[in-house]
Each structure stands twice: as structure tokens, then as C-alpha cells.
């Protein structure tokens, strides 16, 4: 088809070296100046682009669309603008801002997440404009700010602003498989209970360090128990003890100590149902232990896990036609970590899968990087699911 040909590397290396350039880490949310590159870039290719201010007046989104004659079907690309921090910058043996190329890699702080498929959407949306080919069905690119800290971007797009589709891909890493499921989150906190004393007599005290070593002792047996029942993409539910705090001083017992607990959910589970079951460990070990008291708080909102069918339509066609671009057909697959699909297929009810250019591993990574025939092979895919659906 002649349209791929208007993928070229080099191309994509100036645009994805541009992205990679401009810093957007989060926090502290510095989403502002890319998304303005965005609109100007795309409003230069004569898409209809936007900022959107909303969820957060100082860090826009941005959003640009390509009209069919008939507006109908619509289909929704996703990529978010913003990315983790660079972590110890001594730990970097190159630039983190650099897009510097080696040996068919691009290196940078977002290179695979999520900058390489925020360029492949880019470039594939505007191939298809310039082919000529003409669509019946409306196209929209979402730019969304707050992923990584979970914040509400791209559900404000869909729900309060109404760029919403029939289908959708989010560009998140994936090596180029096609992910149609996703754990749900929740974090919690259990604060355990103690008594403080002077540590030279802590038999006049409680102390709720130890009380908290007999409770992780416990999340073993319940996370051997959650691991059991297996979903077929996604493997067993997990719950980490991920952090803990107590103390204030050397020689002072500790009147509490705070568990922090990240617990990655199966479809079939609801987050109130896990809160209970972490409740219920508590309770049994009060019953045996009447000096042990813990509470329960949230941290954030959690969301549950997300799923559609393997042979959905939408990922049937992307798979095929990762297939005619790399001659693989891709697995059946899921994500043991959480995306924004998740607000298309909870929230909006719009069937949504994971795909895009980069290996998941190089994500958050000192020496980021991404395979640029990935990027290059992800923009044509792109391409013909676009024609396939809209055209």
C-alpha cells in the first residue's frame, strides 16, 4: 500500500528526538510545553488541534481530529504527554533529554514510555491525511496529562469532554503485542497500633514495629492464597508490602507503624471486597493477639481491572495487521500493571486495547530507550487499522 511509504525513519527520529527533548516529567506536572508542540504540530499538518485545560488549568491536554464525510465510526488514539522523573541523574550515562540514536535505539527519559507511540500515532494520522485516502469515520488523537500518577486525563477527555469513539488504542508499550486486559490497583495503608515508651524499657510499651513484622508474616500466606486462582492473560492477583514507617526518634518505642500495601486485582475482584480482605486479616490476628490493632486507609482512589474479549473486533484487526507489517501474528495478552485502557473500557464502555512500539522493561529505566523499527512498525499498523476502520 503506497500510504506506508509515508512512514520514513527519518522522520520519525526528528519528531520522536523533538518529543524526547522537551521535558514532562511527573511530577511535578511539566506537561505544558509539550502539549503546546503537540497542537502547533499537528494544527501544521491541518488537523483540527486544541489544548483542553481541563482536569488542571496549568497543565493542558491536547486533543486533534481528522473529519470523515460521515463522521461515523470514530476511532480513539491515546498516548500520555507525561513521564516518571530521571530518578539519580549520575545513574544516566547519557543525556535524559537528548534523543541521542545508538545502534537503532533512541535514548531518553520517555523514549519508550510513552514518547515512541505517542510519534507513531502522530506520524500514521498524518500519512493518512496526506495520502488522500478518503474516510467516512472520524479520527482523534488524545494527548493526556497525569498518567503516571494516575490522575484523571484521560477519563476528563472521554467523560467531561466527549472525545470518546468506538474503539480505542492506547500506545502504551507493548512490544508491539495486543493487550486486552489489565490488573486493577489499590493501594492501602494500615496503620498498626502501638504504645510508646523509652526504648531502654520497651517491656513498658508496645511496639507495633514487631506487631507489623507478624502482619507481613501473614500477607505471605494471604498473597500465596490470592496467586492460586490464575486468569488466563494476566496470572494470579499479587499483594507487596511496599513500604513502612514508624518511629520519630532512636530511643523512643514507636506509637504506630504504617504498612503500605500495593494490591494488583483480577477482573472478577472488586476493591471493596479486597479492603474486606485485608480487614479480615486484621480481625483474625486482634483475636489472637488483643494488644494488636490496625485500621485500614485508602491511598487514592484505586480502579478495578479491565478487560474485553481476546477476539474483540478492534484487536483482531490490529493483530492482523501487525501481522502484513511484521509478518508475526501477535499472542493473546495482558498487562499485570495499569493503563489508562482502563478508563475507556470502565468508564466509557468503549472497547479499548494496549498497543504500541518499546519493550515494557525499558520503561522507568535509567538509559531509557526504544527499538526505532518498532516506532517505524507501529505507525504503519497504525495506518491500516486506520483505513480498515474508517476508510
Given at each position: 500500500m503506497e500510504v506506508l511509504s509515508q512512514i520514513r525513519e527519518e522522520e520519525v527520529i526528528s519528531l520522536l528526538r523533538k518529543l524526547v527533548q522537551i521535558p514532562s516529567r511527573n511530577p511535578p506536572g511539566e506537561e505544558r510545553e509539550i502539549a503546546?508542540?503537540?497542537?502547533?504540530?499537528?494544527?501544521?499538518?491541518?488537523?483540527?488541534?486544541?489544548?483542553?485545560?481541563?482536569?488542571?488549568?496549568?497543565?493542558?491536554?491536547a486533543v486533534a481530529t481528522l473529519k470523515g464525510s460521515e463522521g461515523q465510526p470514530t476511532l480513539v488514539l491515546n498516548g500520555h504527554l507525561d513521564t516518571v522523573p530521571l530518578g539519580a541523574r549520575e545513574r544516566w550515562s547519557c543525556d535524559p533529554f537528548s534523543g541521542d540514536v545508538k545502534a537503532g535505539r533512541l535514548y531518553g527519559r520517555g523514549a519508550c514510555d510513552m514518547k515512541g507511540g505517542i510519534a507513531a500515532m502522530m506520524?500514521?494520522?498524518?500519512?493518512?491525511?496526506?495520502?488522500?485516502?478518503?474516510?467516512?469515520?472520524?479520527?482523534?488523537l488524545q494527548f493526556a496529562v497525569g498518567e503516571e500518577k494516575g490522575e484523571p486525563g484521560t477519563k476528563t477527555l472521554l467523560i467531561d469532554k466527549g472525545y470518546r469513539g468506538d474503539w480505542?488504542?492506547?500506545?502504551?508499550?507493548?512490544?508491539?503485542?495486543?493487550?486486552?486486559?489489565?490488573?486493577?490497583?489499590?493501594?492501602?495503608?494500615?496503620?498498626?497500633?502501638g504504645k510508646p515508651a523509652h526504648a531502654s524499657t520497651p517491656e513498658l510499651g508496645i511496639n507495633p514495629i514487631e506487631k507489623a513484622a507478624r502482619f507481613i508474616t501473614c500477607l505471605r500466606e494471604y498473597g500465596a492464597k490470592?496467586?492460586?486462582?490464575?486468569?488466563?492473560?494476566?496470572?494470579?492477583?499479587?499483594?507487596?508490602?511496599?513500604?513502612?514507617?514508624?518511629?520519630?526518634?532512636?530511643?523512643?518505642?514507636?506509637?504506630?507503624?504504617?504498612v503500605t500495601?500495593?494490591?494488583?486485582l483480577l477482573p472478577h475482584e472488586t476493591l471493596d471486597d479486597v479492603e474486606k480482605e485485608i480487614q479480615e486479616i486484621l480481625s483474625d490476628m486482634n483475636t489472637r493477639d488483643p494488644d494488636f490493632e490496625g485500621k485500614i486507609r485508602?491511598?487514592?482512589?484505586?480502579?478495578?481491572?479491565?478487560?474485553?474479549?481476546?477476539?474483540?473486533?478492534?484487536?483482531?484487526?490490529?493483530?492482523?495487521?501487525?501481522?502484513?507489517?511484521?509478518g508475526k501474528m501477535p499472542e493473546p495478552s495482558g498487562a499485570a500493571y495499569g493503563t489508562d485502557a482502563r478508563n475507556f473500557i470502565n468508564d466509557a464502555q468503549i472497547p479499548a486495547i494496549i498497543f504500541g512500539p518499546g519493550d515494557a522493561a525499558?520503561?522507568?529505566?535509567y538509559d531509557e530507550s526504544i527499538?526505532?523499527?518498532?516506532?517505524?512498525?507501529?505507525?504503519?499498523?497504525?495506518?491500516?487499522?486506520?483505513?480498515n476502520l474508517l476508510a
Open positions: 503546546e508542540y503537540v497542537v502547533e504540530k499537528m494544527m501544521s499538518w491541518g488537523f483540527d488541534a486544541r489544548l483542553v485545560p481541563e482536569p488542571f488549568p496549568n497543565r493542558p491536554q506520524l500514521a494520522a498524518k500519512a493518512v491525511r496526506e495520502s488522500g485516502v478518503g474516510l467516512r469515520g472520524d479520527l482523534i480505542g488504542i492506547v500506545l502504551e508499550p507493548t512490544s508491539l503485542q495486543v493487550i486486552t486486559a489489565e490488573k486493577g490497583l489499590l493501594w492501602l495503608d494500615v496503620e498498626i497500633q490470592i496467586g492460586e486462582k490464575k486468569h488466563p492473560l494476566l496470572g494470579g492477583a499479587v499483594c507487596t508490602a511496599t513500604m513502612i514507617e514508624a518511629g520519630i526518634k532512636e530511643n523512643v518505642v514507636p506509637g504506630s507503624c504504617t500495601l500495593d494490591r494488583r485508602r491511598r487514592g482512589e484505586g480502579f478495578a481491572a479491565a478487560e474485553i474479549p481476546i477476539n474483540s473486533f478492534i484487536a483482531q484487526i490490529v493483530k492482523e495487521n501487525v501481522k502484513r507489517i511484521t525499558d520503561a522507568h529505566t527499538e526505532i523499527r518498532q516506532v517505524v512498525e507501529c505507525a504503519k499498523t497504525l495506518v491500516l487499522t486506520i483505513i
